[in-house]
């Protein structure tokens, strides 16, 4: 019975050539391995800034949101005072108005 080692002429690898693929083949894995290592690293990095950007963005637009409801309810605050000043007796009466549909409500 003829062994790996000894048939080296028809395509079969002797065992030191083996081993030495073996090396080889460690090291190329190591080699990817550390090559994922840092591509997951950049990838990581990359998506923290994206993410940080988009919280800068989203904290922007929030701010916008913000400043633009306090403009809104100031207007309509001026709106409601300038009513009130024009129209003292309408304004008194929707109040009472109000008021009581609150009382017929709270009773229930």
């Known amino acids: 019975m003829a062994t790996a080692a000894g048939k080296t002429g028809n395509g079969m690898k002797s065992t030191p050539d083996l081993e030495a693929d073996i090396k080889?083949?460690?090291?190329?894995?190591?080699?990817?391995?550390?090559?994922?290592?840092?591509?997951g690293e950049h990838g990581y990095g990359t998506a923290k800034r994206a993410a940080l950007r988009g919280a800068d963005e989203l904290k922007t637009q929030g701010d916008a949101a913000i400043e633009a409801l306090r403009a809104n309810a100031r207007d309509i605050e001026d709106q409601v005072l300038t009513s009130v000043r024009e129209k003292p007796v309408t304004s008194l009466a929707i109040a009472a108005g109000i008021g009581f549909l609150v009382a017929l409500l709270a009773r229930r």
């Open 24 to 39: 080889q083949l460690r090291a190329d894995i190591e080699a990817l391995a550390k090559q994922l290592a840092k591509t």
